[in-house]
């Protein structure tokens, strides 16, 4: 026993090494099977707080740049009112008059922390569930989608975005509309996304729109990105493509998170029909 | 004895500072990325106890895993760093000389030394930081150019600051 014991001090380092390295690796195997079930994470108060203060003080060195994308936003929301059309055909008065249920509803909200260059990369929302946030929401941007909500406390959310190993979303060629999915490609590149699975029929151009296919959490025709090349390695039965991404997630300022009203009647009916299999 | 908590605990609050507010924004074409605020693990005192060594280093890598929203993975790697620090101090520096030179730092332990001593240490880090993050080997090379181009980022950096806050050998 004494032998051990000094053993043991005389290698303490060692062993403490041991203890340490375990505990550190349980505390990160457990972050990763159970997605942001911690609390050590952006969102919680010191964090979150500390990264709203120092974004408020970023936000002053972009002002102009976010004006002028929101003037051109201003602008281009203003062509699509029904004032700025010329009505000249029956059919459009019919589209005018038919009530519809509004199905999206857009919160915007301000990203407060952001990254793109590690492998799985997160953003930090200044919204919360008080702002009706909740787990499972779309994110957009005025150019692009950005990614889903993964993890909601009262005041900041935490969003996986695009650029992450484990994000997929559904998509579709903006021109004849084939089905496919995109996630983020091998490579670790901000600017390029992979689009697979779309059917061998499809006869993809390269400078094409990759638009959602309404599928997902997303509505439809939100522009995703490109097609820049087509030479990626296919699964046999299916195309893949790559896509240069339309967002610039380095620089993205204000987001929009997507609420659908149907979400749960839609998931709620989709559950029943697997429980009745 | 309070001067020199007094001075890490200064050199710990700039050190994650400048990793999550600065550096954490900073990347080079995507491939190297620093983590310079393994400086603060790096500088402290050769008498520090393995235990304290450790326990410090776990919570260094924890608060800035809080701000990368990676929990555990830089504490881990931060903890593998604390044991090769202590088997490389063992191996180069003779226990007798501790009473002159408390901290290895660029100006007391010389060039030669700390640069070896950073780079390695450096490198070990980096190393199993990224493959942790990675969780894979299947872009093998690329993470390992990764690592490579981090670590000499970090280690320059860490050079400059050796150099910013050189004084001429000081004996009391």
């Known amino acids: 026993m004494r032998n051990l014991w000094i053993f043991v001090s005389k290698y303490n380092a060692f062993f403490l090494f041991l203890i340490f390295e375990v505990s550190a690796l349980v505390i990160y195997i457990k972050y990763n099977s159970f997605q942001k ?11 979150g707080n500390l990264y709203a203060r120092i974004n408020e003080f970023y936000g002053y060195l972009s002002l102009k740049k976010v004006n002028d994308s929101l003037a051109r936003e201003n602008a281009q929301l203003r062509n699509q009112l029904k004032s700025s059309f010329y009505i000249d055909t029956i059919k459009k008065h019919k589209v005018t008059d038919t009530v519809y249920k509004q199905q999206y509803e857009y919160i915007v909200a301000r990203v407060i922390n952001n990254s793109v260059n590690r492998s799985n990369n997160y953003l930090t929302l200044n919204k919360g569930s008080n702002d009706g946030v909740t787990k499972g929401m779309g994110v957009i941007c005025s150019k692009g989608i950005v990614g889903k909500v993964v993890y909601v406390s009262a005041h900041f959310a935490v969003v996986q975005s695009l650029l992450h190993k484990d994000s997929q979303f559904s998509a579709m ?27 061998n029929n499809a006869q993809p151009r390269i400078g094409e729109w990759v638009v959602t296919s309404g599928y997902s959490l997303f509505p439809e025709g939100i522009p995703i990105g490109k097609v820049s090349s087509l030479h990626i390695k296919g699964g046999g039965y299916s195309l893949n493509m790559e896509v240069a991404v339309s967002v610039d997630f380095s620089k993205l300022e204000y987001v929009d998170v997507v609420e659908n009203k149907f979400a749960g009647e839609q998931s709620g009916l989709e559950a029943q029909q697997k429980k009745d299999e | 004895m309070s001067k020199a908590i007094f001075i890490n605990l200064v050199r710990f609050v700039v050190l994650v500072f400048i990793q999550v507010f600065l550096l954490k924004n900073i990347s080079v074409y995507n491939i190297s990325a620093p983590y310079f605020y393994i400086l603060f693990i790096l500088l402290l005192p050769f008498e520090t106890p393995n235990l304290l060594l450790f326990v410090l280093a776990f919570i ?36 007798e000389g501790f009473d002159n030179e408390p901290e290895p730092t660029l100006s007391i332990m010389g060039f030669r030394w700390f640069f070896t001593y950073a780079l390695v240490l450096t490198l070990f880090h980096h190393f199993f930081l990224f493959y942790l993050e990675s969780f894979n080997f ?7 150019g990764r690592v490579i181009f981090s670590s000499l980022f970090t280690v320059f950096l860490m050079l400059i600051s050796g150099l910013l806050f050189f004084r001429r050998k000081e004996r009391k």
């Open chain 1, 37 to 47: 079930a911690t609390f050590i994470n952006s969102s919680n108060q010191l964090t």
């Open chain 1, 173 to 199: 060629l903006a021109r004849n509309k084939d089905i496919g999915y995109v996630e983020w490609g091998d490579d670790i590149n901000p600017r390029k996304c992979v689009l697979k699975d779309v059917s």
């Open chain 2, 60 to 95: 260094t890598g924890l608060t800035i895993d809080a701000f990368y929203d990676t929990p555990g993975l830089n504490a881990a790697a931060c903890i593998l760093l604390a044991f090769v620090r202590i088997v490389f101090i063992s191996i180069t520096v003779q226990k």
């Open chain 2, 138 to 144: 299947s872009g093998l090379e690329y993470i390992l």
